[in-house]
């Protein structure tokens, strides 16, 4: 069955074609500058048509779907209530899900008769309990606004969680796993006997670990005073926290780590001190996940730094284990989100 996987953003579309059930990449490519002045492409449907011409034989679709809130614990097949429930999300997750509706809309009306699933970025999270998702903030606000920690990246946790039993030849319900999704977004998830139980990301991913641009975890309160000081709207200071803080503000360089690891390699002192920050952030995620889950089986480390950065790597570990009786392994898995999504929806559709 080929299967085409969509990543549709607000101005891009990722797709890949797999064979299934061979996991045979057969085609792959991206459609850019989606509703921008003077593009070719004047929305998602005008770059999916393209996309479309491009590949042959589709069969089934699966979609990536950033936000799924409470309303989706796992892949689903499209139809109008699952819009209607992505519809539901946008609230909550602005920037992506109108985006990634549009690529299900746009798909709908050029494939008809074809299969579509949906796969949601915070799906894997949903089995994190209460004690962890709920925030120290009045109950209502959980239960009228939807305010809670819905953590991200969940494809990436899930896929390399898998791979991670298929290597170690062990059950995932018999493994105690963090793994470590460390790209220009960055999170850390514990998972016990396959599940989350934890992850970095909250509400929005701006929560946990300092990332490229994001700051990760910091006071609350600073976010009023810094507003009130410098005289910010919510927008600009949305923006600060998103898109000027993290790796990039700290080092007031680049959020490339590859920059930042040359810089700091040739004395420059603040490239250090936010490679410093970044690494001393995850060590105490680490920690905090070893006692949430009591104990470790393997510690995995993924996506562009995760991948690469081996001096990153052993700067995380350096010592950590030394406190607990059996060190646990520790291993690099490339992620593949957009196998994990075509897996998810061959078996979406097998069973329908
Ligand atoms: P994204 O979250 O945008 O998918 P990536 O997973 O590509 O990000 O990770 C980007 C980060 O990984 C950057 O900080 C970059 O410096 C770092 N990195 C290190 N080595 C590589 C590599 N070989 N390819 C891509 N990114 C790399």
């Known amino acids: 069955m080929k299967i085409l996987v969509i990543n549709s953003g607000s101005s891009s579309i990722k797709f890949k074609l797999f064979q299934m059930p061979e996991e045979r990449l057969v085609a792959k490519g991206l459609i850019e500058h989606i509703g921008e002045v003077g593009s070719r492409f004047p929305d998602h449907y005008s770059g999916l048509k393209v996309i479309l011409d491009k590949v042959d034989g589709v069969q089934a679709v699966g979609h990536r779907v950033v936000h799924g809130a409470e309303e989706f614990k796992k892949p689903v097949v499209v139809d109008r209530g699952v819009i209607r429930g992505i519809k539901k999300c946008c609230d909550i997750a602005p920037l992506h899900n109108p985006a990634n509706l549009s690529g299900i809309l746009a798909c709908q009306k050029l494939l008809p008769r074809i299969k579509q699933a949906a796969i949601f970025d915070t799906a894997f999270h949903q089995s994190i309990p209460a004690q962890a998702y709920i925030y120290g903030l009045p109950y209502d606000y959980y239960r009228r606004q939807r305010i809670r920690k819905y953590g991200f990246h969940g494809t990436s946790h899930h896929y390399v969680a898998l791979e991670a039993g298929r290597i170690l030849r062990k059950p995932l319900n018999k493994l105690k796993l963090v793994t470590c999704h460390l790209g220009n977004g960055c999170s850390i998830t514990a998972i016990d006997k396959g599940r989350s139980i934890d992850t970095s990301m909250g509400f929005t991913p701006l ?146």
């Open 207 to 352: 929560e946990g670990l300092v990332m490229g641009t994001r700051c990760g975890d910091i006071d609350p309160a600073l976010v009023t005073h810094i507003m009130r000081k410098k005289k910010f709207d919510i927008k600009l200071m949305e923006s600060i926290l998103n898109k000027e803080s993290g790796l990039k503000g700290i080092s007031g360089i680049s959020n490339d780590m590859r920059v930042l690891e040359s810089r700091a390699k040739s004395g420059n002192k603040r490239s250090r001190l936010a490679i410093d920050i970044f690494v001393y952030r995850i060590r105490k995620y680490i920690g905090a996940y070893l006692l949430a889950l009591g104990g470790l089986d393997a510690l995995i480390f993924t996506a562009g730094i995760g991948e690469n950065q081996a001096d990153i790597r052993k700067r995380i570990c350096k010592g950590l284990f030394t406190c607990v009786k059996q060190p646990p392994k520790v291993m690099v898995i490339p992620t593949n989100e957009e196998l994990m999504i075509a897996r998810q929806t061959y078996k979406l559709i097998k069973e329908k």
